[in-house]
């Protein structure tokens, strides 16, 4: 797809700065942007990469500064991150046609709507059930009693549904742990995405629920029995122990770890590599493993920094 | 299934209060328990819940004091958490029949035993041995030499036996890394269970083992030939670096790190998130990054937090 | 094949202390070498455990004291961790034939070297190229715009050019995050390894690259975007958010996070459970989570784990 500087910015519903005649082939980072490519500037700390950009097109903020190369053309939006996210749609090519690869392995109870995707090598087991328009990368698993409401995205290698992690401590003459079975399923609610080699283990009975909205991204562990909120955001390698309820829109750095039993309310934001050791208020900013609240642990830590210079 | 509450408390060696005669349908949690599921009691800090619940009957330990609804039985047994697995041993379908799925790749020089359950997408190497009753998971990948004793169940997309990150640094004019074969094996031993998406490598020469009765969650990461004893429980996340050895009963939290080359004692105890940079003697119980002692530091937490609010 | 040790100090360009004709038929650890087997010290933390060896023979550097039992030969060499990578290289049968699985899936407008190895369970979308000597592991998942240079290894149930986490914040009317679109590739040139349960996300447009030589151990996450320079070693459960650029010969230890964004020198070294939250010049050598210089949190935890004592 080819288009003018002029037609994107229509298309944008944006106002454009120089040359609107150029034509774009593609889009592109600032540093690895020609001519031929549209950029985009949203995070001020690239402004330095953004004015040596050879890009032919750079889609902005209404009102923001920027000393570009004469070649360059800004189009001006009210809101560059929905622009930037618009073109992207625009030029990905739908990747896969819709439909259950003759190479998945589908047990015979399960439910899929014929909108879903389901791709090489995925593993369905009894009584999943999977709406419109999801999406089942390859390799994924969906143990038994998983339900994907709509739009829901697997990513390649995801587990969904496997055994959590639940034994009876010895006892009396009893050597080792014995294992408790999980008879329990999955719900993951509309537009979840969850990413790549990320666990999502069922209920022991009733429910794991994963709601609306919320992202997951990679190599995430979300255990037995925990309720997650309408669109949260996990950042990639987190783990989140049984049992644990979670509100809405709250957002967990990298590598945060969340004790179980505990309830954290809406909102709530965790640093990092945080671990949260007991429940959370609404509106709570905490770091720190384990962790405080935000503003406490950077008085603390510029202390304690500071100790170790002498 | 539908037992009466007189026929499950019989059955579990417990006895009744309130009506035995409702008959119930299946288990549920406390919450989301109607008049026809059991639930149970075990921590008490669900206490509230379980008065609350609207389940047809609550198994709970023999001298716990809960006041619940008319409607609720309460079956009181000696250990409710064994009387809990109990529970749903009896109500869990066994999900998979035993046998090697056609769909699995399985090398010729295998030995897998007629009782083990080997799923779809499964890849098995060369030489690897499958004992009585194990189960394998779609997905799981066992490279070559790994053996996997009785009753071990290993769950979806787990690799069992990639190589050890071992490499020889830059000598000389060398440029780069070089590679290390490895040549060696994985051991897991009876009743071992590994979680989703866990990675095992095998030992450079000689073997990685896991010993009988140990629970590996998901995600975890067991480096080159590490030997973990007997009944430990690894939660999610956890990774232990090369060459290290582990005693008998240890307990490690979720996302906790063990450096390489170190000895661990028997029945040590490890938090969430913490690191443990050094050797440990049996029976230690250690917390943070590096760890020290868990009641030092707690004192020097209180103080550290304490430092922050000034 | 049986050599005796004579064989091996010629082919080792090393030189003999003690019996000279013994056969040895395979490697061990020193712990586990009977006669028969070779054996290597290099890590002097296992001195005891040589002097203890029933090895055959044991490679050691030409320099170093040691006294072994009398039926143990040593063979001296001037790198003993480079003799040691020789000797699995000579035991180690090369695992797999290389070509391509009729069990892989394989999207017809991939470009695939002849020479490469893909095996039973991988799945390769559109647009991928890998070069000469390659290995792909089972339920490797290669998705569109991955390309792999020369002798790159991708260990079983690696995931390449996953979306990454990228989201518009909720706007306006908007209740949720909207997805954005991913139309970039990853970039993994010669000799890179990348571990089993690795996931590496493709850029939002353009790449994300890992430099020549640079190893990545399991299960780690490599976000959109990151660049990564040459002859890095990432060690397990690593995660780099996105858009971060590393430099060349930087050293991260076991679940160490990286912030997204900033840039880290070259020659940097952050050790294990580390969290870098901004830009590293080169060399620098830092711990903590947040990092700091090494010497500093040294001495900040000396005073703080005393703190603890009373």
Same mark, same amino acid.
């Given at each position: 797809m080819v288009w003018t500087v002029k037609t994107w910015a229509e298309w944008l519903n944006g106002t454009v700065e120089g040359? *609107?005649?150029?034509? =774009? @082939?593609?889009?592109?980072t600032l540093t690895e942007a020609t001519s031929e490519h549209i950029g985009f500037l949203a995070n001020p700390i690239y402004t330095a990469e953004a004015e040596k950009s050879n890009a032919g097109a750079i889609v902005i903020q209404k009102d923001?500064? =920027?000393?570009?190369?004469?070649?360059?053309? =800004?189009?001006?939006?009210?809101? #560059?991150?929905?622009?930037?996210? !618009?073109?992207?749609?625009? !030029? #990905? *090519?739908?990747?896969?046609? #819709?439909?259950?690869?003759?190479?998945?392995?589908? *047990?015979?109870?399960?439910?899929? *709507?014929?909108?879903?995707?389901?791709?090489?090598?995925?593993?369905?087991?009894?009584?999943?059930?999977?709406?419109?328009?999801?999406?089942?990368?390859?390799?994924?698993? !969906?143990y038994p009693h998983t339900e994907l409401r709509e739009r829901v995205i697997v990513h390649a290698n995801a587990?969904?549904? #496997?055994?959590?992690?639940?034994? @009876?401590?010895?006892?009396?003459?009893?050597v080792g742990f014995e294992?408790?079975?999980?008879?329990?399923?999955?719900?993951?609610?509309?537009?979840?995405?969850?990413?790549?080699?990320?666990?999502?283990?069922?209920?022991?009975?009733? !429910?794991?629920?994963?709601?609306?909205? @919320?992202?997951?991204?990679n190599l995430c562990q979300i255990g037995h029995n925990v309720h997650i909120g309408k669109h949260c955001v996990l950042a990639a390698q987190v783990g989140i122990a049984g049992s644990t309820v979670i509100g809405d829109y709250c957002q967990f750095g990298g590598q945060v770890g969340i004790i179980g039993h505990i309830t954290i309310g809406n909102r709530c934001s965790v640093g990092a590599q945080s671990g949260v050791p007991k429940s959370l208020p609404d509106g709570s900013t905490v770091f720190g493993s384990p962790a405080m609240p935000l503003s406490q642990f950077k008085r603390a830590w510029v202390k304690w920094k500071q100790s170790g210079l002498s």
């Open positions: 040359d *609107d005649s150029r034509c =774009l @082939t593609g889009a592109a923001v500064l =920027l000393r570009v190369s004469p070649q360059t053309a =800004l189009i001006r939006v009210e809101n #560059s991150y929905q622009a930037w996210a !618009l073109i992207l749609k625009k !030029l #990905s *090519d739908t990747p896969f046609a #819709s439909g259950i690869s003759p190479h998945a392995w589908v *047990d015979a109870s399960a439910e899929i *709507d014929a909108s879903a995707t389901v791709m090489e090598g995925v593993w369905i087991g009894a009584r999943v059930r999977i709406g419109a328009d999801c999406i089942v990368y390859p390799g994924a698993r !969906l587990v969904v549904g #496997s055994d959590g992690f639940g034994y @009876t401590p010895p006892q009396g003459t009893q294992k408790i079975p999980h008879i329990g399923g999955v719900l993951l609610e509309n537009d979840v995405e969850i990413g790549a080699n990320t666990c999502i283990d069922r209920g022991v009975v009733g !429910l794991t629920r994963i709601g609306e909205g @919320t992202k997951v991204d």
